[in-house]
T-cell receptor
Framework: AAGVIQSPRHLIKEKRETATLKCYPI?????VYWYQQGPGQDPQFLIS???????DKGSIPDRFSAQQFSDYHSELNMSSLELGDSALYFC???????????????FGEGSRLTVL | AQTVTQSQPEMSVQEAETVTLSCTYD???????LFWYKQPPSRQMILVIR??????QNATENRFSVNFQKAAKSFSLKISDSQLGDTAMYFC??????????????FGKGTRLHILP
């Protein structure tokens, strides 16, 4: 079965550069969540989307922006990168729009961002 | 706001033993979901088990089972016949009903579990 696909899996950037992470949810899923997990930390919620609209916003810096496109994939754009942005970024998807909600949330393998 | 508390930062058990990981949560919601996620060194987030709050029966997945006490807001994970591959960070997580306000998944701080040979 298709899973949540995140790209790139690894990314190395310099301070003050820009990075874009992509998330392709499970086919027919219409809800996407983004999380940031620093080393030794629990995942922190950044932002979520439902049906291409922003649904909820967490501790996402103003330097970050995100959107969900017409094909339901999502992109997280990060500008003016700082050393503290080095983390694992997870995307998760849920809700088959052709079925009922089942409470299942599926995570991608994450994108590891290193800022030098 | 919902909170999830895992009081055991780290645990170690011998292979083949049974281990229980604790989790408590706080919410005023009546309908919600609870999860245990496993994060091995690869850092992939793997769903271990899921419990729907409206179900009284405790969820079970092979060697993994939960003790869900809704009134006490407790959701512990029991791993039976532990295996070396169970070594990982385990996160307890809470999620409100989908499409309610603030329906993101909230994680506890995690319990690092070591299975010793």
């Amino acid at each position: 079965a298709a899973g949540v696909i995140q790209s790139p899996r690894h990314l190395i950037k310099e301070k003050r550069e820009t990075a874009t992470l992509k998330c392709y949810p499970i086919p027919r899923h219409d809800t996407v969540y983004w999380y940031q997990q620093g080393p030794g930390q629990d995942p922190q919620f950044l932002i979520s989307f439902y049906e291409k609209m922003q649904s909820d916003k967490g501790s996402i810096p103003d330097r970050f922006s995100a959107q969900q496109f017409s094909d339901y994939h999502s992109e997280l754009n990060m500008s003016s990168l700082e050393l503290g942005d080095s983390a694992l970024y997870f995307c998760a998807s849920t809700h088959d729009r052709e079925g009922a909600y089942t409470g299942e949330l599926f995570f991608g393998e994450g994108s590891r961002l290193t800022v030098l | 706001a919902q909170t999830v508390t895992q009081s055991q930062p780290e645990m170690s058990v011998q292979e083949a033993e049974t281990v229980t990981l604790s989790c408590t949560y706080d919410t005023s919601e009546n309908n919600y979901y609870l999860f245990w996620y496993k994060q091995p060194p690869s850092r992939q987030m793997i769903l271990v088990i899921r419990q729907e709050a409206y179900k009284q029966q405790n969820a079970t997945e092979n060697r993994f089972s939960v003790n869900f006490q809704k009134a006490a807001k407790s959701f512990s994970l029991k791993i039976s016949d532990s295996q070396l591959g169970d070594t990982a960070m385990y996160f307890c997580a809470f999620m409100k009903q989908w499409r309610t306000r603030d329906d993101k998944i909230i994680f506890g701080k995690g319990t690092r579990l070591h299975i010793l040979p």
